[in-house]
Nanobody, 126 residues
Framework: EVQLVESGGGLVQAGGSLRLSCAAS????????IGWFRQAPGKEREGVSC????????YYADSVKGRFTISRDNAKNTVYLQMNSLKPEDTAVYYC???????????????????WGQGTQVTVSS
């Protein structure tokens, strides 16, 4: 059974940093594309970042480019999202997600992700 567990969320002041972690069990993370999403209150879930295992390419939403960095530690089966220069509009529940099949590139649609974590709350105060 595949399980993803996010951690690292919390309350931080604007301009601060947080590093989110997504630990996987039931699969070898290094073989799979991993995405980060977020959902703010009253808003739809949006894609934040994705890292493809097949070619190492990364994707960032325009709203986080230059501030967020996705990385992975395959030995720990963990993916990270380093978030710097946080803004109040970054407040949301953050989720990681992955695919059923190894080697597939980052999906273009949220619906293409097969496995999701439970989310971790990030709150940025002004």
């Amino acid at each position: 059974e595949v399980q993803l567990v996010e951690s690292g969320g919390g309350l931080v002041q604007a301009g601060g940093s947080l590093r989110l972690s997504c630990a996987a069990s039931g699969l070898s993370f290094g073989d799979y594309a991993i995405g980060w999403f977020r959902q703010a209150p009253g808003k739809e879930r949006e894609g934040v970042s994705c890292h493809s295992s097949s070619d190492g390419s990364t994707y960032y939403a325009d709203s986080v480019k230059g501030r967020f960095t996705i990385s992975r530690d395959n030995a720990k089966n963990t993916v990270y999202l380093q978030m710097n220069s946080l803004k109040p509009e970054d407040t949301a529940v953050y989720y990681c997600a992955t695919l059923k099949f190894p080697g597939d590139p980052c999906p273009g649609e949220e619906l293409e992700y097969d496995y999701w974590g439970q989310g971790t709350q990030v709150t940025v105060s002004s």
